[in-house]
């Protein structure tokens, strides 16, 4: 049988890291194309893999009649026209996270997946994780009673992204640490209760460490590659906010950087019969009551790369329509939600969603 021949739209950080060697592990896939506009990356990614034509323009990939489906790993400027752009030519599309920089954007691919018919997913890859859909699990099986709410935390020291490049740059990335990190943990929130209707808003954003970014004092940065100390810093570096849902309320504190110098990354969902707390990217634990006592415990399961199981799923659903949990009308209402967010605090008001 034929492989599926597929391309890889950017060629930075999360595609090395997360998309390539999960496509290069399926046995069903050829990555036909490396694009990127930095012609260095698309070429480094031909000869680190050992496959592949390396390109600069995305156009060219589209342009196959070959390809099927394609991943786009771009900064977040270019999700919505690339992936509109693939839809039109007939491939289908795996974005990475956010769908779009903004809401109305996201709208816009929806509503070019609902004419193309192809399959349009967003890196939402927690969807994919095993301790996550353990939690839904047990959450469906009423488990946990009634989840009536919800704490988020994302918080480092200070870890913000290739600062001054396109991580730190409004026009680009939409957004700073909400955008990057919390629509992540957001989306775990949404999916694991059962993805509820978001109906009130309240948020602040912050823009205050990294603006003076000459000074800026730091331990790791992730992307450091696309730091620019003569770019531009305007995105929130922390954020905090309350969600009213159909479901569970929700409550978060994100920061990409905070003087305070303990990480939290982790999320409790409270319910009357027990409540949980799930490490980001780690294992659970659960506390309950049983036989009149204060009870815990922690699940121990066989786990798999959620990157793997993404891209396996992604190539799977190509072949037999299955409908995602990742999928853009699915994915769309924590855009809306994140939205009303940054919304919020710009107007300095609580948003009342439709």
Not at 170 to 185: E, F, P, Q, S
Not at 258 to 275: P, S, V
Request: with cysteine; glycine share 10%.
């Amino acid at each position: 049988m034929a492989k599926m021949k597929i391309a890889i739209i950017g060629c930075g950080t999360i595609a090395n890291s997360a998309h390539i060697p999960a496509y290069m592990k399926n046995s069903e896939v050829e990555i036909k194309y490396f694009c990127d506009i930095i012609p260095e990356k698309a070429k480094a990614a031909v000869e680190k893999y050992g496959c592949g034509i390396a390109v600069v323009d995305y156009k060219e990939v589209l342009a196959d009649p070959e390809i099927e489906a394609v991943s786009v790993c771009t900064p977040n400027l270019m999700h919505a026209t690339i992936s509109i752009d693939a839809l039109n030519a007939g491939k289908n599309v795996l974005c990475e996270k956010p769908a779009a920089r903004i809401y109305s954007e996201a709208l816009q691919m929806q509503e070019a997946q609902h004419k193309a018919g192809k399959v349009l997913n967003i890196g939402v890859v927690n969807r994919f994780n095993g301790a996550v859909n353990k939690i839904k699990e047990l959450i469906a099986a009423g488990e946990l009673g009634e989840v009536y709410h919800v704490y988020v935390s994302f918080r480092a020291h200070r870890s913000i992204p290739g600062l001054g490049g396109a991580f730190t740059t409004k026009a680009i990335a939409g957004g700073g640490a909400l955008i990057d990190w919390g629509v992540h943990y957001l989306d775990i929130v949404m999916y694991c209760t059962g993805d509820p209707k978001p109906m009130t808003v309240s948020s602040k954003a912050f823009s205050k460490l990294g603006v003076d970014m000459a000074n800026y004092v730091y331990e790791g940065m992730w992307a450091e590659d696309t730091k620019d100390l003569n770019g531009t810093y305007d995105v929130d570096d922390s954020v905090t906010g309350f969600v009213r849902t159909s479901g569970p309320t929700i409550t978060f504190n994100g920061a990409w950087a905070q003087n305070i110098g303990i990480g939290e990354g982790y999320i409790d969902f409270l319910g009357t019969k027990a409540g949980i707390r799930l490490t980001y990217g780690g294992d659970f634990t659960v506390w309950t009551t049983k036989d009149g006592k204060l009870y815990s415990y922690k699940p121990e399961f066989d786990t798999t790369n959620h990157f793997e199981n993404e891209i396996n799923s992604f190539i799977r659903c190509i072949k037999t329509g299955e409908k995602l949990p990742s999928h853009i009308d699915t994915v769309i209402i924590t855009a809306k939600m994140m939205q009303a967010m940054y919304d919020s605090s710009d107007l300095g008001k609580e948003i009342v969603l439709d």
